[in-house]
């Protein structure tokens, strides 16, 4: 039992710290609530809806791969510290994880998690614009059709 009472005062340190820290806050904190301080806050951007509606697929879909890498790096630290041990069990176990992170990343890389910004359409060439025009070539173009010669002398 010796040997665990270090952990067990660092876990009722931090017990007590949190506890503090809590009643510190609601003793000292001044107490002037606004709109704006009761209003959702989601750094710094202004809601344009209301709160009730449903979030995005893509913020569930951006949490899927925050969760799947928080679980690769727990799971993979174990497996590092005795890979010499586990043998060739380990390695087929690790082997059969990471195809699971795989497929999980792939499923969600399928679904748009990493697509930002709008979406993007790919454009169909006009068949009657022709590919060779360059911007020089189309601006003397446009620049000169319908005008006349341009003969140097201010009017």
């Known amino acids: 039992m010796g ?5 067990l005062m660092l876990l009722v340190l931090a017990v007590v710290f949190a506890a503090l820290s ?5 003793l000292l904190a001044p107490r002037r609530p606004t709109a704006a301080k009761s209003a959702p806050y989601e750094c710094g951007i ?13 913020f569930y879909l951006i949490a899927m ?5 928080d679980i690769e790096i ?14 060739g069990f380990g390695l087929v176990e690790m082997a059969v994880f990471v195809v699971a992170v795989f497929a999980a990343f792939v499923y969600l890389i ?3 998690a990493l697509d930002w910004g709008p979406v993007k359409h790919l454009r169909r060439v006009d068949p009657r614009v ?10 003397r173009r446009v620049g000169l059709e319908g005008r006349e010669p341009e003969t140097g002398e201010a009017a």
């Open 22 to 26: 809590f009643f510190a806050s609601r």
């Open 74 to 87: 727990i799971f993979l630290y174990p497996y590092a510290v005795i890979h010499r041990e586990l043998g």
């Open 65 to 69: 791969i925050f969760i799947v890498f």
């Open 130 to 139: 022709s590919t060779s025009r360059t911007a020089a070539t189309t601006v």
């Open 110 to 112: 399928a679904n748009g």
């Open 46 to 58: 202004v809601p344009s809806r209301e709160p009730p509606e449903r979030f995005p697929v893509r």
């Open 3 to 7: 040997q665990y009472l270090p952990i």
